[in-house]
Nanobody
Framework: VQLQASGGGLVQAGGSLRLSCAASRSDLSINDMGWYRQTPGKQRELVAI???????NYADSVKGRFTISRDNAKNTVYLQMNDLKPEDTAVYYC?????????WGQGTLVTVSS
């Protein structure tokens, strides 16, 4: 199973981006799907997670600005990012738990200029 992320890019502070991540197979039952981010020299951190039961969790730093959603029919997860700040600059990785195994996408770079 592969996860293909897209939607990163360069945006000015206050702008918006939408990330997408699709699993290579639509016939799988995916549990959690979510997004992490990482900057050089720092550990990968959770941004948002969407659980199979419908609940969501967000990092405190993105609450009220980012929204995670998923299309289970397409095994795709989205991250709508609004009011972006320079500190949101990072490589964003999507993740999915399938049959108790954690899969990672290749990462997409988000750069927010001040």
């Amino acid at each position: 199973v592969q996860l293909q992320a897209s939607g990163g890019g360069l945006v000015q502070a206050g702008g918006s981006l939408r990330l997408s991540c699709a699993a290579s197979r639509s016939d799988l039952s995916i549990n959690d799907m979510g997004w992490y981010r990482q900057t050089p020299g720092k550990q990968r951190e959770l941004v948002a997670i969407s659980r199979s039961g419908g609940s969501t969790n967000y990092a405190d730093s993105v609450k009220g600005r980012f929204t995670i959603s998923r299309d289970n029919a397409k095994n795709t997860v989205y991250l709508q990012m609004n009011d972006l700040k320079p500190e949101d600059t990072a490589v964003y990785y999507c993740t999915a738990v399938i049959m108790f195994k954690n899969y990672w996408g290749q990462g997409t770079l988000v750069t927010v200029s001040s």
